[in-house]
Structure formats: structure tokens, C-alpha cells
């Protein structure tokens, strides 16, 4: 894998926008990134970060140095420029609750199987002032059907930046933090019956959570 340029190991649509992506967040929106370390270089595993901007998964994909999968609401597929890059970029359709979704989860599952990192985030939905929401059972659910790890992501000021109902405020440094790599004994636990996938998104968030913001790098 090329360490200076990730994107030629990518699809040439992906590769492209992970370049235009990275450059313009770092020019408008340039914050700390830390834990880059954490990432696994091989294999299907799950991003789950706390939500509370657009900018959240195009953040969190244009610092990973590989091809990442997402889900989309179907809604977003209109027709255009955008469905057409959706496509292209293999992003996965969901309804708005993507638990419930079993085509998309399908997807999910191969995805991951195929060894492709994927992004979800436990709240389900924006939160409209950046605190932290409570995290619905989907992302457990997943993470437990697919016997990954969890990459647990923390995003700091992205509602500041871009938040909900809000106009972009370019120049608002977001920070990402990656935290250690979950194994799914940490998060798993089977014994709680009906409540597993539940317990399990709980348990993502708790650690979402305890990631602190990356100190300023003063250069």
C-alpha cells in the first residue's frame, strides 16, 4: 500500500474524492487528528463514531488511507451527480433506521466478509448540539452478526462547523480521535438475551465517549 498517495489502491472514483475530500478539510476545517495508529491495515472491521454534522463520514474517510464503506438513506438517491458517485463509491442504502433495513444489512455483512471497513454511527441520527445522544441497537446489532472489532471514532466541534438546520462555518477546526481497537469480546456480551445488541451499542458509545480531544500541536 502506498503510503504517500493511499488513493492509487483505491476505486478511481473513491481515490479521487478521498484526495479532493482530505485536501479541502484540511484547508477549511483543519483540526488535531489523532490515533491514525489504531486503524487495522487489513481486514473488515466498523468505524463507530458519534454523529452531529455532514461533514462527520467524509471526515472520518478522507484520514483513513483505505476504501471505506457507508451507508446512504435510500432518500438520497434522486438521480444526478449524486446517485451516480453513490454508486460508484459503493455507498450502501439503508431507510432511516438501518437496523431494521435486511437488504442493507445483507450488504453490510458481505461488505465486511469482503474485508472493507465500514462507517456507522450508534446515535442513528445527528445530534442537533453535539452532545452525545443514546445509541440505538444497530450498530451492536452488526458488529455482533459479523463478529468484528470496533475502531471507536470521537469528533469534536463538526456541529460547530456544520451543524444541524445550520449553515457551514468554514474555518472551525474539527478533531478526529481514533481510539484502540475493540475486540469483540469487549463488547459482546451473550448472556444479555434479548438486550445483546443493545448492551453491545452501549458499550461502543461508552468508549466513543471516553476518547479525550487530541491536544493542539503547536508547530
Wanted: one cysteine or more; hydrophobic letters at 40%.
Amino acid at each position: 500500500m502506498s503510503q504517500a498517495f493511499p488513493q492509487v489502491n483505491m476505486s478511481p472514483v473513491y481515490g479521487i474524492s478521498h484526495y479532493a475530500f482530505k485536501t479541502l478539510y484540511s484547508i477549511m476545517f483543519r483540526g488535531e487528528v489523532a490515533g491514525l495508529e489504531n486503524i487495522p491495515a487489513t481486514g473488515g472491521f466498523l468505524f463507530a463514531a458519534n454523529h452531529a454534522s455532514h461533514l462527520d463520514p467524509p471526515g472520518i474517510g478522507s484520514q483513513v488511507p483505505r476504501q471505506i464503506a457507508f451507508f446512504a438513506r435510500k432518500t438520497l438517491w434522486k438521480g444526478g451527480m449524486a446517485s451516480w458517485w453513490m454508486d460508484q463509491a459503493n455507498a450502501i442504502p439503508v431507510d432511516r433506521d438501518g437496523g431494521s433495513d435486511v437488504s442493507a444489512i445483507k450488504r453490510v455483512l458481505k461488505t465486511l466478509k469482503e474485508g472493507r471497513p465500514l462507517i456507522l454511527f450508534p446515535e442513528g441520527t445527528r445530534s442537533p448540539d453535539g452532545e452525545l445522544q443514546t445509541p440505538k441497537s444497530g450498530v451492536g446489532m452488526i458488529a455482533c452478526k459479523a463478529r468484528v472489532p470496533v475502531v471507536p471514532v470521537r469528533i469534536f466541534n463538526s456541529h460547530q462547523a456544520w451543524g444541524r438546520g445550520k449553515r457551514m462555518h468554514p474555518g472551525v477546526p474539527v478533531d478526529i480521535v481514533f481510539g484502540q481497537l475493540m475486540p469483540l469480546a469487549e463488547f459482546d456480551d451473550q448472556a444479555a438475551g434479548k438486550e445483546r445488541y443493545q448492551v453491545a451499542s452501549e458499550r461502543i458509545m461508552a468508549r466513543i465517549a471516553s476518547l479525550p480531544r487530541p491536544p493542539v500541536v503547536v508547530v
